[in-house]
């Protein structure tokens, strides 16, 4: 990650007015989007979720998950917590950038909590079995090409939805880390 980019994006996010949502129906969940250098490339890092999960079996995502007040306090450390338990990085190497706007989940109601941090690589992952089976990094550049993005229609149980997602070598972002990874980029200033 370019000290420039990671520089401009702190600022960003620092000077502007974040979208909080308070929805006490919901459970509150943050995660952490993981932005790195790849061979002086800025990437960002995802993970496909375990096939043995009870929700978001195989999809892509941030390490994150729910916050637990008795044990975090604040929702950071819930993002900092999970990313040490999902993939093996430890707080202490990851530079917090600031967050992104609040989002919501619809089918598993959720309010998520994005903090952007800045990660080191080559990094020695440790994926917990149980909940990770996969973790890779994409380059922003090719999250920023316009062939990425793709609106597709999809069958939710006989209704069918248009969905946007960023297809990138084999897997398909879409949903909460669809909006997330778009939101990031919005905030993101020019990588020329």
Known sequence: ???????????????????????PEKAIAAVLVPLLAVDGEPHVLYTRRSALLPRHQGQIAFPGGRHHPDEDRDL???????????????????RILGALDDIETMATRFVITPFVGVVPYPYAWRPCEAEVDAIFTVPLRVLRAPETLRREVWD?????????????????IWGATQRITRNLLQMLPSLD
Do not use: C, K, N, W
Request: charged share 25%; aromatic share 4%.
């Open 76 to 94: 950071q450390t819930t993002a900092l917590r999970e990313a040490h338990e999902e993939i093996g990085l430890s707080p202490t190497d990851v």
């Open 156 to 172: 939710f149980s006989g209704r069918r939805v248009p969905i946007d997602t960023y297809a990138v070598d084999g897997h398909v």
């Open 1 to 23: 990650m370019t000290e420039r980019i990671a520089g401009a994006l702190a600022s960003t996010l620092a000077a502007r007015s974040r979208v909080v949502l308070r929805r």
